[in-house]
């Protein structure tokens, strides 16, 4: 499941009257030591004051002249992501949480980007699973073209007993500066655990294909810190949406395609292919 907002959002807010005074939200403000007040009229979110709206309007001003309407809101099942896309296309400190027209809460930023920091990669600087499946969603909902490569470093686990964790995660770090030096703009990719990258691509099967070998040949063939030879392999689904049965639970759909492609790499490996579909297999040779 990707992480939503409403697992992280404030849910008792003090809210104000859009007829109240910009001096009467100022000192609710300054009271509760808060940035922002959602502001109401019969029950109804109508906008939102910030400290920055008191400051730039008279303290006998009524709080509908001064407030930012309308308001910049996500609905609770909106992901981290969305939310930080919002925050940082209006340049605001704080998104408010709604659904059907009634508030439910708000995000900080301060609070948003400490959650999204818990599904970043420090080691790689790569985001996690969390953002691959935001970006699906997104692919899959627009109507274009979605295809996953699952990338399995071999023998990952030997090297580590060989030369020890702190080598090992050396090894991880320049296959991931590799990965994001190569992999396309209009793709992303992530750290989805251990020794195991994934990468969304808007591309149909074939051109998927030719992007995964054009990955595994340049882990190939680098020269790495310790002198160690690397390989991978790598597991293709999707790319083919005329022929999809998609559930229409968009999260869903992209986790099964992650684990379609994971089973083909798995497959590729026992095998000794370097990359397989999730319907078959491509040939060894590259």
Same mark, same amino acid.
């Given at each position: 499941?990707? $992480? ?5 959002? *404030?849910?008792?807010?003090? $809210? ?7 001096? &009467?939200?100022?000192?609710?403000? $300054? ?18 004051? $910030? ?75 790569? &985001?996690?699973?969390? /953002? ?12 274009? *073209? ?15 007993? *060989? ?28 750290? /989805? ?9 808007? /591309? ?17 063939? &680098? *020269? /790495? ?45 026992? &095998? ?15």
């Amino acid at each position: 499941m990707i $992480t939503t907002v409403s697992s992280i959002m *404030e849910k008792d807010l003090i $809210t104000i009257e859009s007829m109240d005074s910009v001096d &009467n939200a100022r000192r609710i403000m $300054t009271q509760y030591r808060i940035g922002c007040l959602p502001v109401m009229e019969g029950g109804r979110l109508v906008g939102i004051i $910030t400290t920055w709206d008191i400051m730039s309007s008279h303290p006998d001003a009524l709080v509908v002249d001064a407030m930012t309407a309308p308001p910049i809101y996500v609905e609770p099942t909106a992901s981290l992501w969305e939310a930080k896309e919002k925050m940082d296309r209006y340049g605001i400190e704080r998104v408010l949480v709604v659904k059907d027209g009634q508030l439910l809460g708000l995000v900080t930023k301060t609070r948003l980007y400490f959650e999204i920091a818990k599904h970043f990669d420090m080691l790689t600087q790569l &985001n996690k699973k969390d /953002y691959i499946l935001y970006e699906g969603v997104k692919l899959l909902k627009s109507g274009q *073209e979605v295809s996953v490569i699952f990338i399995d470093i071999d023998g990952f686990g030997i090297i580590d007993k *060989e030369y020890g964790h702190v080598f090992g995660d050396l090894i991880l770090k320049e296959i991931s500066d590799l990965l994001k030096a190569k992999v396309p703009d209009d793709c992303f990719l992530c750290r /989805y655990g251990g020794d195991e990258f994934v990468v969304l691509t808007p /591309y149909r099967q074939e051109r998927c294909i030719e992007l995964a070998k054009e990955l595994l040949k340049v882990i190939s063939q &680098n *020269e /790495y810190s310790i002198k160690v030879s690397i390989t991978a392999s790598a597991g293709i689904s999707g790319g083919r949406r005329e022929k999809s049965r998609f559930s229409g639970n968009y999260v869903d759909d992209i986790e099964n395609l992650i684990n379609l492609a994971s089973l083909a790499s798995t497959s590729a490996k026992r &095998n000794k292919v370097p990359l397989m579909i999730a319907e078959g297999f491509i040939p060894s040779k590259m």
